[in-house]
């Protein structure tokens, strides 16, 4: 399974990746694409949205089942990935190049609570 070493992840498998200005990006695992199947929808979350830590933010769709994207740590959302709108399936061709939303965090010591690629993989069963 894919799993960068230079990301954090959360237990309900969104990845997050540190950006040069501060902002995050967030999308969800390799782990999780896979679980989904092939997706034919996104909703992403409208820019300026305040979102408390573990709040649903995105929902992406599969053949197979809808499911909720949930905020990595408290922040305002900066942007959303609009191209996924039109073309879901690049999640599915490279879940980590295809973020779904940028957030700037409230408390960047949040941060310290995500896991690292270890955590996540023990947390999936994959130690």
Request: proline share 6%.
């Given at each position: 399974?894919?799993?960068?070493a230079d990301l954090s992840?959360?237990?309900?498998?969104?990845?997050?990746?540190?950006?040069?200005?501060?902002?995050?990006?967030?999308?969800?695992?390799?782990?999780?694409?896979?679980?989904?199947?092939?997706?034919?929808?996104?909703?992403?979350?409208?820019?300026?949205?305040?979102?408390?830590?573990?709040?649903?933010?995105?929902?992406?769709?599969?053949?197979?089942?809808?499911?909720?994207?949930?905020?990595?740590?408290?922040?305002?959302?900066?942007?959303?990935?609009?191209?996924?709108?039109?073309?879901?399936?690049?999640?599915?061709?490279?879940?980590?190049?295809?973020?779904?939303?940028?957030?700037?965090?409230?408390?960047?010591?949040?941060?310290?609570?995500?896991?690292?690629?270890?955590?996540?993989?023990?947390?999936?069963?994959?130690?």
């Open positions: 399974m894919n799993l960068p992840y959360t237990a309900s498998h969104e990845w997050v990746r540190r950006e040069p200005d501060g902002s995050l990006s967030v999308g969800i695992t390799d782990h999780a694409q896979a679980q989904l199947g092939d997706l034919v929808y996104v909703e992403l979350p409208k820019p300026g949205r305040r979102v408390k830590a573990g709040e649903a933010v995105a929902v992406v769709e599969s053949v197979k089942a809808a499911s909720d994207v949930y905020a990595p740590v408290a922040g305002e959302v900066l942007a959303s990935n609009d191209a996924l709108a039109g073309a879901p399936e690049g999640v599915n061709e490279d879940a980590y190049a295809a973020w779904l939303f940028r957030l700037r965090p409230a408390d960047a010591g949040e941060l310290a609570g995500l896991l690292d690629a270890a955590g996540y993989r023990a947390t999936i069963g994959e130690a």
